[in-house]
């Protein structure tokens, strides 16, 4: 399918500030075949078989989301006013055990449309409720179906969890196995799989080392939670006698395909032990402050050229995927820990949503809008009251531009999201199949959301 964006203003996100006003995307076979001011001769021979005038809105390559939990898109508004354990013993995980595989399908299938009407098109799914092995299928089929792009990290424990959820190391590895051969690369490529061993205290070294062999041997990322909140390093201490990122390092899991999510209680000497092993750390602000579960050194990690993603993590810690919200809270949290205005700006934070995210999953092809780039687009109405005058666009796109204002997103060369409407489903009756089947699981797993 060809497509031309037309009179658009384009923001390439090349790193050098570069803006075509007005400009054009011509898009061919799920890439970017050229980018160039309106008029050129290029745009003037194009004959593609779809025609959108952006009408001044702003082009930008699609967002990528590092970190979330599908199933939580049930679950909103359950984590008011609990911290992380509390949070997960008396609300997730009864409401977890309770939900059937076509629930596990319909609250992916939300997350999805959510995700990319806000603008994202990259999404890391970090899927640990395995009470039936269909549970992760089903995921993994309505992130194909929506036409996202994403990983599905299958997430495990085998100690120091509810017993409903706990794996033997051979059922895991089992698993692992399963999925990879059955849906890795599957939907045109658009979809990957990958281990994600749920934290350091939550899994065996063993469990550990068995998953950092089958990830080097199948080249595949490893996804998993680091010191999110002060108890959790103080346990790992506690269980190992050292810390998150040390201990990691010990059982050989950390490495340029590691995502390090979270990554709040990390010391300064284990900065340089994350560098050198060339991981990346996932930051999710708004869980993080909704939670109360800290300040993750964000200034830091870029002082010290570890490369940064950003992530909403799941609607139940956040409440939503909405990563324009989640970039000014990025900017806005550092600032104001460090009494600094100046420590981190908009430039720093877009780039961890796209090009850190990007190169933390592996992509080196989305995240810019050039030629030879993957079709993952989104086009922005800014011709708004909370946005209007545009002086920088760069601060607008971090501080101003909200989810609602995403207008189109395609993927892969398919629009997903034609004028505000997704293409592939009909959304209000997939609200309305969400909220009966939430209720239902509510009533099921007797979890009093308040």
Request: negative net charge; aromatic residues 8%.
């Amino acid at each position: 399918m060809k497509i031309l964006i037309k009179n658009a203003v384009v923001y390439v996100n090349d790193g050098r500030g570069t803006i075509i006003d007005p400009g054009y995307v011509a898009i061919e076979g799920g890439y970017v075949v050229s980018v160039d001011p309106e008029g050129s001769l290029a745009s003037e021979r194009a004959e593609p078989d779809l025609v959108i005038d952006a009408c001044g809105g702003v082009v930008i390559p699609g967002l990528v989301n590092a970190h979330t939990h599908f199933f939580q898109t049930f679950l909103r508004g359950t984590g008011e006013g609990k911290e992380l354990y509390d949070w997960l013993s008396g609300a997730v995980w009864p409401f977890a055990k309770a939900m059937t595989e076509e629930d596990f399908y319909y609250a992916a299938m939300l997350g999805c449309v959510e995700a990319l009407k806000g603008g994202t098109t990259c999404i890391f799914e970090n899927h640990y409720i395995n009470t039936s092995p269909g549970n992760a299928d089903r995921v993994i089929e309505a992130m194909g179906e929506s036409g996202i792009r994403g990983i599905l990290a299958r997430g495990y424990a085998d100690r120091n969890y509810d017993p409903a959820f706990i794996e033997t190391e051979d059922e895991v590895m089992a698993e692992l196995e399963r999925l990879l051969e059955k849906w890795h690369e599957s939907f045109g490529g658009r979809i990957r799989v990958a281990p994600g061993p749920l934290s350091p205290v939550r899994c065996t070294p063993r469990l550990f080392k068995r998953t950092a062999e089958f990830a080097r041997s199948n080249d595949l990322h490893i996804h998993i939670h680091v010191a999110e909140t002060k108890r959790v390093r103080e346990g790992t201490v506690e269980t190992y006698g050292m810390t998150n990122v040390r201990f990691l390092d010990n059982v050989g899991l950390l490495g340029p395909k590691a995502h390090l999510v979270h990554s709040v209680w990390v010391d300064r000497d284990e900065y340089r032990i994350v560098k050198e092993s060339g991981s990346s750390v996932v930051h999710c602000p708004v869980s993080n402050m909704y939670l109360g579960s800290g300040v993750a050194p964000v200034v830091d990690y870029l002082t010290n050229d570890i490369n940064v993603a950003l992530a909403s993590d799941g609607p139940a810690s956040n409440d939503t995927h909405d990563m324009f919200e989640v970039m000014k809270a990025a900017v806005c949290l550092q600032r104001v820990a460090r009494l600094d205005a100046g420590c981190i700006r908009a430039e720093d934070v877009f780039h961890m949503a796209t090009l850190g995210g990007a190169h933390a999953l592996g992509d080196h092809q989305i995240g810019i809008l050039s030629p030879g780039m993957k079709a993952d687009v989104v086009i922005l109405d800014i011709d708004k009251a909370h946005i209007q005058p545009c002086h920088n666009l760069t601060a607008s796109l971090v501080y101003n531009v909200r989810s609602t204002d995403v207008r189109t997103v395609i993927v892969d060369g398919r629009p997903v999201v034609m004028d505000g409407r997704v293409t592939f489903i009909d959304e209000q009756d997939l609200i309305g199949e969400c909220r009966r089947r939430a209720k239902e699981v509510m009533r099921r797993a007797g979890v009093n959301p308040r």
